[in-house]
């Protein structure tokens, strides 16, 4: 199935539902989501969205099945269209995690407005073991938010890090009990519709303003820098250790 949607009390939910994948992202999954942001943008019942993974797994990240297929961010891709979608909608995301948030698992993190995580969340953005760039503004939104040091270990060496790190580095609000964190999550994004709808709006416009433009900049950037990575003797020996489920061996380059 992929996604599942429902509608209950203001808030639009997206559940990512490909347990076999360990919630894997693929191109499908991404126009689903891009219609319930839209939908979801034009309704005026619907104050804010909810993303959940289970109780075991946000995502493990995009499905490298599609970068085998082609560029996944060329323009009108549906990655692409689901992060700028996801990047400029005007109403409150609400994120839960449980489990493993890897690569866009974790970027599209960056542009929820709440984030809380279960004890037992963890995040990597792993893209140079991937032999690819940091994508959707992650290069420059990370550093704001954790600092540069932090954000240079997660980004150019790719390290993981656990749920309390992540509340350090400003990246998630809250660290509940796993089998707490959805609940508590949707009650957050129903508290939105006790707010007046229209300054709640103008109040997340208000807290991009001073970055807005940058991150877009930034966005482009990373996009054609990506594209320039796949495709690359270094991506298809990462493809090709993870199909054959060992380390890649980047000594040769």
């Keep these: 199935m992929g996604i ?8 639009a939910s997206i559940e990512l539902a490909r347990p076999k994948k360990k919630n894997a992202l ?33 995502t493990a990240g995009a499905d490298l099945e599609d970068f085998v297929a082609g560029k996944v961010l060329e323009d009108g891709s549906p990655l692409r269209v689901f992060m700028h979608t996801l990047c400029h909608f005007e109403k409150p995301v609400v994120a839960a995690v449980n489990g493993p948030a890897i690569g866009v698992g974790t970027t599209m993190l960056v542009h929820c407005d709440l984030v809380y995580a279960g004890d037992t969340a963890h995040f990597a953005l792993p893209f140079v073991s991937l032999g690819v760039v940091p994508e959707f503004g992650s290069s420059y939104l990370l550093p704001r938010l954790a600092g540069r040091a932090r954000a240079s270990e997660k980004l150019l060496l790719a390290q993981p890090f656990n749920a309390q790190e992540a509340l350090e580095m400003g990246l998630i609000n809250a660290i509940l009990p796993a089998n707490e964190v959805v609940n508590h999550a949707r009650r957050m994004a ?62 040769k380059f």
């Design 190 to 251: 129903e508290r939105f519709n006790k707010l007046a709808p229209a300054a709640v709006r103008a109040t997340k416009r208000l807290l991009q303003v001073s970055w807005r433009q940058e991150v877009d900049v930034a966005i482009e950037a990373e996009a054609d820098a990506f594209n320039a990575c796949v495709g690359s003797a270094e991506v298809k020996e990462a493809l090709s250790a993870f199909f054959e489920k060992r380390w890649p061996d980047f000594s």
């Design 26 to 58: 693929d191109a499908q999954m991404y126009l689903q989501m891009t219609e319930v942001l839209k939908t979801a943008g034009d309704d005026p019942q619907i104050r804010a969205v909810l993303i959940h993974g289970q109780p075991e797994v946000f």
């Design 4 to 11: 599942k949607t429902a509608v209950l009390n203001g808030v």
